[in-house]
Nanobody, 120 residues
Framework: VQLVESGGGMVQAGGSLRLSCAASGFTFSSYDMSWVRHSAGKGPEWVSG????????YYADSVKGRFTISRDNAKNTLYLQMNSLKPEDTALYYC??????????????WGQGTQVTVSS
């Protein structure tokens, strides 16, 4: 199982970034997937989840209305479009494979993460 995140960077408050997660080594379309972030001084925070087909999406209250999760099962890729970024969104963002299905806070694989830094 390999999950490789990309797309992070430094952006000013109000800006946008699009994160990608390339999956390999397993049947991507068979798993619910999530984005999780970890910022300095805080524990891991679940950000968003998407079911296998992409028809159902879920968000933490802190990002609802600003972030959009999506997936392309033909490309084995998970995405997170982040708009209206705030300094408090600064964190290391991971994509994670959910297991068992529908358990958004339980993961059995995750990537190395991509850093997002939002300046005020």
């Amino acid at each position: 199982v390999q999950l490789v995140e990309s797309g992070g960077g430094m952006v000013q408050a109000g800006g946008s970034l699009r994160l990608s997660c390339a999956a390999s080594g397993f049947t991507f379309s068979s798993y619910d997937m999530s984005w999780v972030r970890h910022s300095a001084g805080k524990g891991p925070e679940w950000v968003s989840g998407i079911n296998t087909g992409g028809g159902s999406t879920y968000y933490a209250d802190s990002v609802k209305g600003r972030f959009t999760i999506s997936r392309d099962n033909a490309k084995n890729t998970l995405y997170l479009q982040m708009n209206s970024l705030k300094p408090e969104d600064t964190a290391l963002y991971y994509c994670a494979r959910n297991d068992p299905p529908g358990r958004w806070y339980e993961y059995d694989a995750w990537g190395q993460g991509t850093q997002v830094t939002v300046s005020s």
